[in-house]
């Protein structure tokens, strides 16, 4: 109990960068996970084939090769500097929308054909019928699928903690640092993550599931 | 039928050609639908009746040939596109109402997207719609609560929200139960009479008796029989349409 009360502003300030990170790093995998799910559903074949290429490159990476580069390599480029903490989000967000994409996609081919159809035969065109009509009912099947993503996103945060981001996966070393037990502070951690996935993530899901459980 | 020769097709299909692999689905297809005629497309199923009906407003696209819509060419992919099928409403066997959302809003969606009018107006005349086709008093239910057959009618008031000059039936009938057939088609016969412009596929032949101008008889993808009801009816001419009706009509 002492490695946790002792160096309670640690952990204060490590959880509250893994919260940053997650949520920020969710907000834009959302947004850029449901725009590229979009393309590679599109009628034109260059924004498919885009969507394909991006999926695939991306989502075959390693994180720790993602956030290496814009955590080492992209500095050296020359271009808008950004901190640690900002280039973490980048990578988890580029990192982590290819697997929204592919949830949400599995989602939107749940949605029966003629939804698409007849959205179509009213008159509205292809992102119409998207936002209108086909994402809306593919959401509430995307849900549970959805979480697991979230999930494995609070989790990963963790890797950023190599690359110089005070987080939770950061705090094991300053422990050591402090001559505390290290493998007490990595059980702390563990649990505090166990809390955080049962006690805000899946309530959060089970909301969701509710409010958008549809009649049938 | 009035003999207008010179009155323009509203619908008009030149030598379409469509394959499915080896399949030729669609064979040389003519077909002129004038303004204000009902026709009825009958035949055998894998015909290729459906197949023609979804190719008019493109939902399924053909190898060659040209469809013209009032005048104008069916154009590809996108804005244009999507004005033309604005006009063209189409009404499917399995309904495709909008599962998340209400009778009402699935009336109003396209008014209000596709034509940019306000909410209180798409509400208005989707209610009366909806009083005309009998299910006004569904407004507010989500589509699973309505039988098939409100469902089906919902179906035509959305189409007819959107004030399309030709309505396309692909087998609106055939997901129905025996007792909601008739439902249907008496809405349907209703709008033959207001004089829409109609293109149904159909087995039901009570209604092309009733509300047809002319019967398109098809089999494996041609178009073997262009005639009046009566006419298809008592003296078909060619046998594979006398084979089709002795089956169906011996009931």
Not at chain 1, 42 to 52: D, I
Not at chain 1, 90 to 113: D, F, H, K, Q
Not at chain 1, 205 to 213: D, G, L
Not at chain 2, 172 to 196: F, H, Q, Y
Request: aromatic share 8%.
């Amino acid at each position: 109990m002492d490695t946790l009360t002792e160096n309670l502003e640690l952990f204060t300030t490590g959880f509250k960068n893994t919260g940053i990170l997650f949520i920020v790093s969710a907000f834009f995998a959302l947004i850029l996970g449901t725009v590229v799910a979009a393309m590679r559903v599109s009628p034109v074949p260059a924004m498919r084939g885009a969507g394909t290429l991006y999926v695939n490159t991306v989502r075959n990476m390693p994180l720790t090769v993602i956030l290496a580069f814009f955590a080492l390599g992209y500095p050296k480029l020359g271009l808008v500097p950004v901190n640690f903490i900002t280039a973490a989000i980048i990578g988890l967000s580029l990192y982590t929308a290819t697997y929204v994409a592919e949830a949400i996609r599995s989602g939107i081919n749940t949605v029966p054909v003629g939804q698409a159809e007849a959205a179509r035969a009213i008159g509205l065109p292809f992102m119409q019928s998207l936002t209108l009509v086909i994402l809306p009912q593919a959401f509430r099947s995307v849900i549970p699928p959805l979480f697991n993503v979230f999930i494995a996103l609070l989790k990963n945060t963790t890797v950023a903690a190599g690359f110089s981001v005070l987080e939770a996966g950061a705090i094991r070393a300053n422990l050591s640092e402090r001559g505390f037990p290290a493998l007490t502070g990595l059980l702390w951690v563990a649990l505090i993550f166990v809390i955080l996935v049962i006690g805000v993530l899946s309530p959060l899901q089970r909301y969701f599931e509710n409010k958008w459980r549809v009649a049938r | 039928m009035t003999s207008e020769a010179a009155a323009p097709a509203l619908v008009e299909l030149t030598a379409v050609n469509k394959h499915y692999g080896s399949l030729h689905v669609l064979q040389d297809i003519n077909l002129q639908v004038k303004r204000g005629e009902v026709v009825v497309v009958i035949g055998p199923s894998g015909s290729g009746k459906s197949t023609l009906c979804r190719a008019i407003n493109r939902l399924e696209t053909i190898d060659d040939g040209e469809i013209r819509i009032d005048g104008k060419k069916l154009p590809a992919e996108g804005k244009e596109l999507a004005r033309l099928r604005a006009d063209v409403g189409m009404v499917f066997q399995s309904f495709n109402l909008f599962a998340h959302k209400t009778i009402l809003e699935n009336v109003t969606l396209g008014p209000i997207k596709v034509k940019g009018l306000s909410k209180a107006e798409a509400d208005r005349q989707a209610m009366e719609l909806l009083e005309r086709v009998g299910v006004g008093h569904q407004a507010q239910k989500l589509p699973a609560q309505l039988s098939g057959g409100q469902q089906q009618r919902v179906a035509i008031a959305r189409a007819l929200a959107m004030k399309p000059k030709v309505m396309l039936f692909d087998e609106p009938t055939s997901a129905l139960d025996p007792e909601m057939i008739n439902e249907v088609l008496d809405v349907m016969v209703g709008l033959a009479k207001d004089g829409m412009t109609m293109i149904v596929v159909t087995h039901e032949m009570g209604f092309a008796r009733k509300a047809a101008d002319r019967v398109v008889f098809m089999s494996d993808g041609q178009i073997i029989e262009d005639s009046q009801p009566e006419e298809f009816f008592t003296h078909p001419k060619s046998e594979r349409a006398k084979d089709f009706l002795s089956k169906i009509l011996t009931h």
